[in-house]
Structures are given as structure tokens and as C-alpha cells.
């Protein structure tokens, strides 16, 4: 806050700092950051600039807390991963968690996306911190599976990316998924659990 006191926020000022945040949520999702405006934002949120700026000082902060959310949101899925799992049954759940994320985040992964299309100038560091270090894990993980027989062997950080890139698709393409499909019943996301998991599976099985 720029009210130069450091009292706990009220109520009122907590839920005012959701409502900005879901609003530029709606706008950088939709313009990224260089697109969106503090004005657009504001409309969003049914608040004056003057108002916004008082819970926000600029469109960076804004921007920057909500990418703070998002990055224990993307994490979380491949967290969730267990070491002494049965492998299919991990990857299977790790597949399903990142579809519904899809599901129900689809700003957020078009948040991340636009993020990542500029380069990730506001999250490189978190990407080769956090992230990076995530992936070497559960690619150990995966490694070790497949040298006891229990996955066919291919790269872990490679079959890691490919699960990211069919399953964002459904949260970043949604508008084309659902058009080619004539629907936007959410069974869409199930019958891509499916079709997903019968694609990696035939290949990750060991021979």
C-alpha cells in the first residue's frame, strides 16, 4: 500500500486490493503487460485511477504481485508428484492436475504465457531458481523409474515439457478448442485426460 502506514489493511482494503487484482488479472491476461493500462484496469475493477493507486502505486506492482501468486500455482502440480508412487499413476495425476488448472486458471496460464512470450523479464530469475531446481527433482525422480524398468527411458525434463505443452494448451487455446468442438461442456477436459494419458502411456510403458 502507499498510505505510508504499516497497519494491518482492513477488511474493506483487503477485499478493494482482490478486487484490483482480479480485474488486472482479466486485463493482462487478455492485453499482456505492455497492452494493458492502469485505466483499463481501474474500469475493470468499477474504481477511479486516483482509487486504484492508492492500493496500488503502479501497474508493475500490481503485475508482479500477481505473478508471485502464479508461480506457486504452476509449481504446485509437479510438487504434488510422489518419488514412491507407482509412476503412471503419479504421471496420470500430475496430467489431471495440470489440466484442471487448465480448467480452472485459465487467465493465470495466459498471464504466465504472455510472461514468457516477452522473455520473462519479471520472473527469469524465478525461473532459474525455483523452477529449474523443481524439474532437476522430479526429473531424478522420473530417472530413476525408468533405469528400474518401470518407465521406458526417455529425457525426464523433455517428457516434463511435453505434458506442459498439451496441457496448457487447453487454458491458452481454449477459445479454439472449444469452437472446433462446437461446445464448451467440460467434459472436454476429461476426454483430454484421456487421450493424453493413452498417448504418453503407450510410449512410457517399458519394453
Known sequence: MVDGTQRKPTRIQRQKRELIREAALDVFSLHGFRGATLDQIAENAGLSKPNLLYYFESKEAIHAELLDRLLDTWLDPLRELDADGDPLTEIRGYIQRKLEAARDFPRESRLFANEIIQGAPRINAELAG??????????????????????????????????????????????????????????????????????????????
Open 130 to 207: 525455483p523452477l529449474r531446481d523443481l524439474i532437476q527433482e522430479k526429473s531424478v525422480v522420473l530417472r530413476r523409474w525408468m533405469d528400474e524398468g518401470r518407465l521406458a527411458k526417455t529425457d525426464p525434463q523433455h517428457l516434463i515439457f511435453a505434458i506442459w505443452a498439451v496441457t496448457q494448451h487447453y487454458a491458452d487455446f481454449d477459445v479454439q478448442v472449444r469452437a472446433v468442438l462446437g461446445s464448451d461442456d467440460e467434459a472436454r477436459f476429461h476426454d483430454a485426460a484421456a487421450t493424453i494419458e493413452a498417448l504418453f502411456f503407450k510410449g512410457l510403458l517399458p519394453r
